[in-house]
Structure formats: C-alpha cells, structure tokens
T-cell receptor, first 114, second 118 residues
C-alpha cells in the first residue's frame, strides 16, 4: 500500500460527459502529480501541483483541469469526454519541492468512455 | 528533451532463470534521477528504486540488482532466480533535476512485459 488513495476505482460514462477523479496524497507529501496510461500513448505526465499551486503541465488537454485543495487532496476534472479519453489515470505524491524524489502512485482510476 | 527507451517489449523466462531488463535514456541535464517501477497484473505502479545521476554505484536488493552506466546512458535491471510473482510490466523512468519550478515529473519508457513461466 503506497499510502496514496484514489477514487473511484472504476468509472464508466458516455461521450460528452464530465467526470471528477479524486486523489489523496501520502501523509506529509506536498506534491501531487497526475498521469494518464493508455495503450497507444503509454504513461504520460499530465499536471503537477505543489502545496496548492500548479507547478508543471505536461500533455494535458484543454478539456482537462485539476486543482489541489488546502488539505492537499487533488481533483482531476475531465470534460467533454471522448472515446479516446478512456485510460487509467494515476495520481502520485512525493515529498515536496526539494524533498524526496520518489513518486508513490495510487491504485489508479480506470475510466471507460462509451 | 528527455527520452527513455525500453527496447524489449516482452520477455518470457522459465522460473529460476536470471533476466535483465534494458533501459536507455536521453537527457541534456547533468543532474537527473532514474527510476524503476513495477506494474503487476492488478494494475498499481510500485516504486522499486531511484538512482541519482551523480551516484554510479550499482545496487543489489535481494534478488534485484541495478547497473547504472552513465557512459552508455543505461540503467539496466536484473532479476536473479526469477519467480512467477515477478511477472509484471516494468517501467524505467527519468526525472530531470528541475524540469521547471520544482517539478520532478517522470518520463516513462514504454515498459517491458515480463512473463515468468513455472
């Protein structure tokens, strides 16, 4: 158990809909990273938050957004969903800006868009 | 731009054989971090090891060992006396020291699927 929690575990929704994925980092970790794992693109970095502020953006679509709340949990919002958004979405946490560099991953949320 | 290449897509070995998973990386940074993660069939990503670019010491942890060679930009992973429970997809990943404003985002290879046959 990495200590990172993600909900829900599975999500099935229709094209055009909007969903929210939730992540709680390990106790004491300030950074949350979001990654997408798909068959064609592999594991890709989407976005990072550190202590409530956005720190880095990767290959994140404009239809996707995220935020980190004062209690450090994070949410990834996916809107106007398309079939191609079906993937496994991971969040990971790490020990802060200059802290430990290992990222510990949650169990993932499997999103299926039909 | 950083890049990680895992040329072996799939490997099958018989239980108790040794197996080496290859990883080659590209980066312009002089300070960076290399990682291996394991993804078993259940789907979670499990952290295995981190190496710093300034520390080329090889490491052994039980049946696992890692060979980091800066000269060839490689960070290979060997499992000795493989077991069925080692069956998983293994990912090599790279993080540059500061991808920007305190970010250590990971760039992953495509992964190597290891099947250990009893």
């Amino acid at each position: 158990d990495s200590g990172v929690t993600q909900t829900p575990k599975h999500l099935i929704t229709a094209t055009g809909q909007r969903v929210t994925l939730r992540c709680s980092p390990r106790s004491g970790d300030l950074s949350v990273y979001w990654y997408q794992q798909s068959l064609d693109q592999g594991l890709q970095f989407l976005i990072q938050y550190y202590n409530g502020e956005e720190r880095a953006k990767g290959n994140i679509l404009e239809r996707f957004s995220a935020q980190q709340f004062p209690d450090l949990h994070s949410e990834l919002n996916l809107s106007s969903l398309e079939l191609g958004d079906s993937a496994l979405y991971f969040c990971a946490s790490s020990g802060g800006q200059r802290g430990s560099y290992e990222q510990y991953f949650g169990p993932g949320t499997r999103l299926t868009v039909t | 731009a950083q890049k990680v290449t895992q040329a072996q897509t799939e490997i099958s070995v018989v239980e108790k054989e040794d197996v080496t998973l290859d990883c080659v990386y590209e980066t312009r940074d002089t300070t960076y971090y290399l990682f291996w993660y394991k993804q078993p069939p259940s789907g979670e990503l499990v952290f295995l090891i981190r190496r710093n670019s300034f520390d080329e010491q090889n490491e052994i942890s039980g049946r696992y060992s890692w060979n980091f060679q800066k000269s060839t930009s490689s960070f290979n992973f060997t499992i000795t006396a493989s077991q069925v429970v080692d069956s998983a997809v293994y990912f090599c990943a790279l993080s540059e020291a500061d991808s920007g404003a305190g970010s250590y985002q990971l760039t992953f290879g495509k992964g190597t699927k290891l099947s250990v046959i009893p």
